[in-house]
């Protein structure tokens, strides 16, 4: 698309005409400069070219007329792209434990499955800020670094398995590795937390799973005390079909999720927890957390531009040296 970058210029349109109508006309004087090259320069040295006095005027209207169209600047601006920006960092905690291959979450999706689609959704829309991945199991491990790099993320999660961390979960663990690798974080050694409009602090832990901690060093909820004390607010989410209420007391569903940990995970730091027991749901909680944690630069877009102004300017320039080269300088 073409662009005007000073439009304001065409205003000067009319200024020749002006100055020719204002001022007195100039009288013949002696010459004020001498050129030695000037007198072996005539007009044979511009073969064909033999303008008259209406010639001579449409030659200088059309010099003025392209140093008004070099002036303007025009430009040709390229499609609109977003724009990298110092948004939230966030961190997603997904459970890849043995009990997520249940399928309980209808559509006969197993919960990993639920989760790498409705999570994966909820990274695509994080534009502006930095996102990271940790796979929970035995054992916590950072599968992908902070990063503005949002389709790479994705891509992880989607390729996670279960038990490539291992068959336990070790929540407590996992806060502790998202609490060392914030800290770690270069953008933000100086271990403060990065303030955002509202108050809020920047950095985020969304911590997903279907149980209980029952592995790891650390206990979740001291794991939650550090959290908040480093500034990081997590969001906990249990996930797994409602235990229902069978003849010999509940039973099927998910009945070893402990739903008071994470409340007090959620609850210590500043967050939420949120229950998702099918696909609908889970998709609810993601839309709500990015109304409690909205994204930081999803609506920063740029267009690139390329200057036009000097392909006016260099023909202007072409088409003077005839006028200044014509020794007839009669105008009328």
């Not at 040295?45 to 002036?71: K, N, S, T």
């Not at 434990?97 to 559509?107: I, V, W």
């Not at 990065?194 to 832990?205: A, E, F, H, I």
């Not at 209980?212 to 480093?230: F, R």
Request: hydrophobic content about 45%.
């Amino acid at each position: 698309m073409i662009h005007l970058a000073w439009p304001w210029m065409l205003l000067f349109l009319p200024l020749p005409w002006l100055l020719a109508r204002l001022l007195p006309p100039v009288r013949p004087q002696g010459a004020a400069l001498f050129l030695p090259f000037a007198a072996g320069v005539g007009a044979e040295a511009l073969p064909g070219m033999h303008f008259g006095p209406r010639g001579r005027r449409l030659l200088f209207a059309l010099i003025w007329l392209l140093l008004l169209a070099a002036a303007v600047r025009p430009q040709w601006l390229g499609d609109a792209q977003p724009v990298p920006t110092t948004g939230r960092r966030l961190l997603l905690a997904v459970d890849v434990s043995g009990s997520m291959a249940t399928q309980d979450m209808a559509g006969g999706y197993s919960r990993l499955q639920v989760v790498q689609k409705v999570a994966g959704d909820f990274i695509q829309r994080r534009h502006g800020d930095q996102v990271g991945l940790i796979l929970v199991g035995t054992r916590p491990y950072l599968q992908a670094p902070l990063t503005a790099d949002l389709g790479t993320v994705h891509q992880f999660l989607q390729e996670a398995m279960i038990g490539v961390a291992g068959t336990e979960t070790a929540i407590g663990d996992a806060i502790g590795l998202a609490i060392k690798r914030l800290r770690d974080d270069p953008a933000h050694a100086d271990g403060q937390p990065d303030g955002q409009p509202g108050g809020k602090s920047g950095t985020v832990l969304v911590l997903l799973t279907d149980g209980s901690s029952n592995a790891g060093a650390m206990p979740p909820l001291e794991a939650a005390k550090l959290a908040a004390d480093a500034g990081l607010r997590i969001y906990t989410i249990g996930v797994g079909a409602a235990a229902q209420q069978g003849f010999f007391g509940l039973g099927g569903g998910n009945d070893d999720l402990d739903e008071d940990t994470l409340k007090g995970i959620a609850q210590a730091t500043g967050g939420e927890y949120f229950r998702a027991t099918d696909a609908g749901a889970l998709q609810q909680v993601y839309t709500r957390i990015d109304q409690l944690e909205p994204s930081a630069g999803h609506e920063q877009w740029y267009r690139p531009s390329t200057e036009w102004y000097p392909w006016p300017l260099g023909v202007a320039l072409l088409l003077s040296l005839p006028a200044i080269l014509l020794r007839d300088r009669a105008w009328s």
